[in-house]
């Protein structure tokens, strides 16, 4: 239904529809063999969401402008979409008008967030940038080792302490980043990280 919708809603502007696809897997393929300059990304499909295919496209250095289309996105989605550079985001609950301003905005260059996500967004992203500026240099260590995979006693290893204390150092961490699990530390590490 939302496919059908989108098409109708293009049909008369200066975009075309040059495919598309119901699962995360046949969209990957189609942009593989399609090109597209924009590619409008359901966040919940079948067959990896939204956020995985984005994942793979950004490994594999794709170049594509990513709009993402979502019913919702919690505040680790929202964040995770930034960090792999996504172009915009438009909730399907918005006016039909505000997926077409995103794709002006997004083939001109710029990006845009459905203006209800906007705000969430900016105070997320201050509140990680002021968390990051108080990053004592062992913890941005720490955090680097999370993003290379190591597990903790190959950490404590690597640092000369415990096991122990390098769970304890991780949850102050997860506490001052406002993070819950080591997945997404290392999903943010490059956020995190960049701010000194």
Known sequence: MIRAAIEVLLRDTGYEVVGMAGTGEAALGEIQ????????LDLQMPGGNGLEVLRQLR??????????LTAAVDDTELLEAKALKVRGIVLKNSDPAYLLECLDSVSAGRMWIDPELAKRSRKLSSSANHATLQLAPRERQLIAFVRKGLRNREIGEQLGVTEGTVKAYLHAIYEKLGVTNRTELAIRADEFLAGG
């Open 59 to 68: 490994a594999e250095k794709s170049t594509v402008g990513v709009i993402l």
């Open 33 to 40: 063999r399609l090109r597209p300059d924009l590619l409008l």
